[in-house]
C-alpha cells in the first residue's frame, strides 16, 4: 500500500477554480491507478475522477467532463486534480485513492472497492 496526503481544498466562488494534489508515498506509485472520490453529506462516495497507472486512460463523472482534469507525475509520486468552472453541487470532501488492481494500460478503476489506500480527505466548499 501507499501512504497519501492531499492538499489544495479551500472555500470558493462559483465558476472559481481549484487544483487539488495528492502526495503519495513509497517507490511503487507508478503501478498504481490513481482515483478522486468525494462525498458529500448525506450521499453515497463517488468517483470523480481516475487514471491509469501510465496515464494512458481516464475515466470522468458526468458531471464533471469538460471542467476537471486528473493527471499525475510518476517521477514526483503525485497526482492531480484541476477543477475549473465550479459550482454548489461539486461542494463535498475530496479524496485521493490508489488501486493495486492489474485494470491494464487504458482502463482505470472507478469502483471504490478497487481502491485499498486512502488519504484524509480534503473538504472543497464551492458557495454561490
Known amino acids: 500500500q501507499v501512504q497519501l496526503v492531499e492538499s489544495g481544498g479551500g472555500l470558493v466562488l462559483a465558476e472559481g477554480s481549484l487544483r487539488l494534489s495528492c502526495a503519495a508515498s513509497?517507490?511503487?506509485?507508478?503501478?498504481?491507478?490513481m482515483a478522486w472520490f468525494r462525498q458529500a453529506p448525506g450521499k453515497e462516495r463517488e468517483c470523480v475522477a481516475a487514471?491509469?497507472?501510465?496515464?494512458?486512460?481516464?475515466y470522468y463523472v458526468d458531471s464533471v467532463k469538460g471542467r476537471f482534469t486528473i493527471s499525475r507525475d510518476n517521477a514526483k509520486n503525485t497526482v492531480t486534480l484541476q477543477m475549473n468552472s465550479l459550482k454548489p453541487e461539486d461542494t463535498a470532501v475530496y479524496y485521493c485513492?490508489?488501486?493495486?488492481?492489474?485494470?491494464?494500460?487504458?482502463?482505470?478503476?472507478?469502483?471504490?472497492?478497487?481502491?485499498?489506500?486512502w488519504g484524509q480527505g480534503t473538504q472543497v466548499t464551492v458557495s454561490s
Open positions: 485513492a490508489a488501486s493495486g488492481v492489474n485494470s491494464g494500460r487504458y482502463f482505470a478503476p472507478r469502483a471504490a472497492y478497487d481502491y485499498g489506500s
Open positions: 487514471i491509469t497507472w501510465n496515464g494512458g486512460g481516464t
Open positions: 513509497g517507490r511503487t506509485f507508478s503501478r498504481y491507478a
